[in-house]
């Protein structure tokens, strides 16, 4: 202020002329954010210029967005696939026995039935291992652990009614011949609830329910008939022929056991093995 003073007004004058001279820039196309990249001098009261930014573009954000869904879309898109692969409906074929199958290897004499389902377990479709090691291998469908019990593979593609029968062909490979057929399971993937028929080494059968816990409760047994072992190696079939109140058990072509009595009424079906590696193959779901 002392410097204006000195030279007068004709100074004065020739500052503002200068001042004038000076070229404003132009005000850039951006949008100040009022606060924001402010650099404070730490409580004292003094703070440099607010920076500016460019206006956001809406597109980033929600291009974000969306590339961040579609794995969770792609994720659904092929749950649906799979639920609609498990659940779809099933077309009627008949289970028929296999070529140069004879006497006393476990194929089904007489006319093929009907089956609502069937599978020779060329591919895996709907069968859901919850317990033990299982592979499609030996020509069929293997559990391969031989040790430990309740083993299972449950088919979560069909739910079975209270009058129907069921079979399976099953062949021993190790351990102690354990293999057999859980059903009228409440779930698809555990022994909850249900019943369950298997060859109590190679001479016998045993057959039962699980409680809510899994716990088994023995129901019957009996032995196979004379001169048949279910430990030999060969390929062997179970059927049960199940009703509201009662079923039935056959292995090859002799009838075991009569209107056993059930505890649990219509449910899923489980190929099951305790103690023993098997091969299943052949499994057959029909109406009566």
Not at 1 to 27: C, L, T, W, Y
Not at 68 to 77: E, K, R, S, V
Not at 133 to 154: S, T
């Amino acid at each position: 202020m002392g410097a204006e003073k000195a030279e007068g007004p004709g100074g004065r004058h020739r500052v503002n002329q200068i001042r004038d001279n000076v070229e404003v820039p132009p005000s850039p196309h951006h949008l100040t954010t009022e606060g924001e990249g402010r650099e404070t001098d730490g409580g004292e009261g003094r703070s440099s210029p607010t920076r500016v930014y460019p206006a956001a573009d809406v597109r980033v954000p929600i291009g974000r967005a969306l590339r961040a869904l579609w794995p969770a879309l792609g994720i659904g898109a092929a749950l649906l696939m799979i639920n609609a692969g498990l659940y779809g409906p099933l077309a009627p074929r008949s289970a028929a026995p296999p070529v140069g199958a004879a006497a006393g290897d476990g194929s089904t004499g007489g006319s093929a039935p009907s089956c609502v389902f069937a599978t020779g377990f060329d591919i895996l479709y709907g069968w859901l291992p919850f317990s033990g090691n299982w592979a499609l291998a030996d020509g069929g469908y293997v559990q391969r652990v031989p040790l430990g019990f309740d083993r299972g593979a449950g088919m979560a593609r069909f739910r079975a009614g209270d009058r129907y029968t069921l079979s399976v062909r099953m062949r021993y490979i190790s351990g102690v011949m354990g293999g057999g057929l859980a059903f009228n399971m409440e779930r698809p993937y555990a022994f909850v609830n249900s019943q369950l028929v298997r060859f109590a080494g190679g001479k016998g059968l045993l057959w039962g329910y699980y409680d809510e816990k899994t716990g088994f409760h023995t129901m019957g047994g009996a032995a196979l008939p004379e001169g048949m072992d279910a430990g030999d190696g060969r390929w062997h079939t179970l059927r049960l022929t199940v009703r509201p109140e009662t079923f039935d058990i056959a292995v090859d072509e002799s009838e075991i056991a009569r209107a056993q009595p059930l505890r649990f009424t219509a449910g899923y079906f489980s190929l099951h093995t305790s103690e023993s590696a098997v091969a299943f193959d052949d499994v057959c779901l029909s109406w009566e």
